[in-house]
């Protein structure tokens, strides 16, 4: 990863370096300072004070309840979050999940979204040309056989007939022969191809073995990836100015998606956590939960939560190296605390069980304390004050 510099004096970099400030606070304040001209050794040193005094006034004080505090900042605005699918942002022939079925689907880690895509950015030639983008769409989107021609059925002689489209073919760059030869290998028959027709039938004469094969026929996916339906190409302008090509999917195979020539790899996404995490690893994994519950709360007007409780989420949700979900079948459900589990979903079946096995519990968090009355480790609850005198009087009784 290549450094950035800074058209900023030796003095201010001295200045800059010996602060407190994060690199991302240091580089705002290198921006800050090569914006304005000719400032004093003086005045950047205020800026670069002004700055560290708000970063640590925002910092969170020790023994803070930062668990609850996120719980309280995420939950008030998803009261708000309506329980529909909209389409996606700037592209209406796509659906996509959001608003508080989105929000649960990320918080509950699910397998699967409800509405898979991939967002596939393109590099070079591909990114500025129609028909190199092009080239990736027919790579990308699975190609069925009635995307290619009219399939007929031959009933007399047991034959199935299919009638390809020569223009879909040169579009999609695929040739009969090659369509003949993926048939057989799927379905295990011998093909006749003449031209842009092909026939095939069962070995025995069978009606139902022939509309077996049809069926079977329709399965087969000739080119693209199978699990995605559709792809939708936009050009689109970037904040630079520029334009390029982009492709929305309908369906998702993130690592098929990334091995494919001509697609950027480092700005593609997808919006299925798990295939991140397979890809790409936790910490992408980390990041795209934050931004996905970030985007869905900002869809509907609610960009004012702290972006640093969606992180805590995310933190909790990924800490271990993998994926859990916030509910009785991860987080939540694998707590120590057996009153904080009983007092999440399913009580009895806790209490019994611990009482089974006898679990001892040792009221460390927020939940326990409070159902037994007591004050919670937090705050000026983590503080013990005893009375005590050291002087001579104490010291003669």
Known sequence: M???????????????????????????????????????????????????????????????????????????????????????AGVAEIDVTQGLPRLIELVDARKTPDTPMMTVYLEDEYATEREKAHEVVWKLEATKILALGDVSTNVADMRVQISLNKDTLEERMITAEEVAEIIEDNLGVKTVQQGTTIEFGPEEPSYRDLLQLVEELRDITFKGIEEVSRVVIRREELDDGSEEFILYTEGSAFGDALAIEGVDASRTKCNNIHEIHRNLGIEAARETIIEETNNTLAEQGLDDVNVRHLMLVADMMTNEGTIESIGRHGISGSKDSVLARAAFEVTVNHLLNAAIHGEIDKLDGVTENVIVGKPIKLGTGDVDLRMGSTGPSSQAD
């Open 2 to 88: 290549t450094e950035i510099t800074y058209d900023v004096s030796e003095d201010t970099i001295v200045l800059v370096e010996d602060s407190d400030l994060p690199r991302r606070l240091k580089d705002n304040v290198y921006e800050t300072i090569e914006a304005r001209d000719a400032l004093t050794n003086e005045q950047i040193n205020d800026i670069v004070t002004a700055v560290e005094n708000k970063y640590v006034d925002t910092r969170v004080d020790p023994l803070d309840p930062v668990g609850t505090v996120s719980a309280q900042s995420i939950g008030e605005p998803g009261t708000q979050l309506t329980m529909n699918t909209f389409h996606y």
